[in-house]
């Protein structure tokens, strides 16, 4: 059988010609990881959540590893949709991947006006020289690194280190720099707002579907798994028109320091990510995908294409890489080429073929 193999994912109105993302939150605006990534390797940057207003996000410590994985309280720190617009989605819009703009809110009128913000946004607005900022990782996450199996990579944390804007000609993104919107309804590291939509139906419902009267772009709308029933939510996702379903987003969770008896983040708790949380994602996404006919974008722990392939057969049409990419920010372009691999050794001519097999 020859190496062709269909890879496309169609999401609403757009296709991703590669299905492996990278996670909002993961992967800032594109640009802190110029010249250590191939961008073309990667479907879709998600962005880091983007609200109306810039927010400081809360207070440190953020970040602290716990067995397999790494417990964050950021808090949706963002630099704000003008911002956003005007610095960081120039040089978005010079990638060869697609765009996915996280968006955040604490009401259902700021998330209404970011939307509405961004659809304003003329192509013409925007070009391809944007600047770049610098972000430090060393050291985090060495305890995780993918298992050695046949389609993970071993790799050291790394330090990124900004290295200017790249030019890659680019694809469409809409015509805006903006493939679609994924809207985080689920983040449990701010107090208002967040989570408490992506926990009730009836708002999920009616959010969503005054978000689809503003755009006819794909909308993704991000599930929670700190919920008793994700099929339920779900659904009224679907029911308010939405294109596709993402999970999961972190799973609460708490590190007290027995010597100081104090919680070891600033914000007390905070939300669990990396492989310690993959067979919850794997579970989920299985449940979703029997309970609605969108899409659904599967995450969760994800550090080479075995796991992505878990996250496929269950029912992901295309899946995020979160966590990983702070070990190695090339683990997309390792996974989309391992699913790749998979597909030809094993007569695969479509991904879409065994999309959601798992009986
Ligand atoms: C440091 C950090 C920041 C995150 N920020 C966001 C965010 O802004 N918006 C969002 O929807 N998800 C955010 N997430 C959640 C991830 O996108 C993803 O859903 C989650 O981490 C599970 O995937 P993983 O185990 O591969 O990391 C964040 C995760 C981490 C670790």
Do not use: W
Not at 204 to 226: A, G, V, Y
């Amino acid at each position: 059988m020859g190496t062709n193999v269909d890879l496309s994912v169609r999401i609403g109105t757009n296709v991703f010609a590669n299905p492996v993302g990278v996670a909002s939150g993961t992967f800032g605006y594109g640009g802190e990881y110029g010249g250590l990534v191939d961008f073309s390797d990667i479907g879709a940057i998600y962005t880091k959540a983007v609200t109306l207003e810039p927010r400081g996000g809360n207070p440190a410590p953020r970040l602290v590893e716990t067995p397999s994985g790494i417990l964050n309280s950021i808090g949706l720190a963002n630099v704000g949709v003008e911002k956003f617009i005007s610095d960081k989605l120039p040089f978005l819009k010079s990638l060869p991947c697609a765009v996915v703009v996280n968006v955040a809110g604490s009401t259902e009128d700021e998330y209404l006006r970011v939307i509405e913000r961004l659809e304003s946004v003329d192509a013409s607005d925007v070009n391809g020289n944007g600047t770049v900022s610098t972000v430090n990782l060393s050291g985090l996450l060495r305890r995780f690194a993918p298992r050695n199996d046949r389609h993970c990579e071993r790799s050291e944390a790394i330090q990124i280190i900004d290295n200017g804007s790249i030019d890659t000609g680019g694809v469409n993104n809409n015509g805006s720099g903006v493939f679609g919107y994924e809207i985080n309804v689920s983040c449990p590291n701010v107090n208002h707002g967040g989570l408490a939509f992506g926990t009730d139906p009836a708002q999920i419902e009616r959010l969503t579907s005054s978000l689809r009267r503003l755009t006819k772009k794909p909308l993704i709308i991000k599930l929670t798994p700190n919920v008793t029933d994700i099929a339920t939510i779900a659904k009224a996702a679907e029911s308010g028109g939405a294109d596709a379903v993402s999970l999961i987003n972190t799973l609460v969770g708490m590190v007290i320091d027995v010597k100081t008896r104090k919680p070891v983040l600033g914000a007390k708790t905070g939300g669990l990510s990396g492989p310690a949380v993959r067979p919850v994602g794997v579970a989920l996404t299985y449940r979703v995908k029997r309970a609605v006919s969108i899409p659904v974008i599967g995450m969760g722990g994800i550090t080479c294409a075995d796991d992505a392939l878990q996250y496929i057969l269950a029912g992901a049409s295309a899946v995020q890489i979160g966590t990983a990419n702070f070990i190695n920010p090339r683990t997309a372009g390792l996974v989309s080429a391992g699913i790749r691999e998979y597909c030809v050794n094993n007569g695969v001519s479509s991904l879409k073929d065994i999309c959601g097999i798992v009986e």
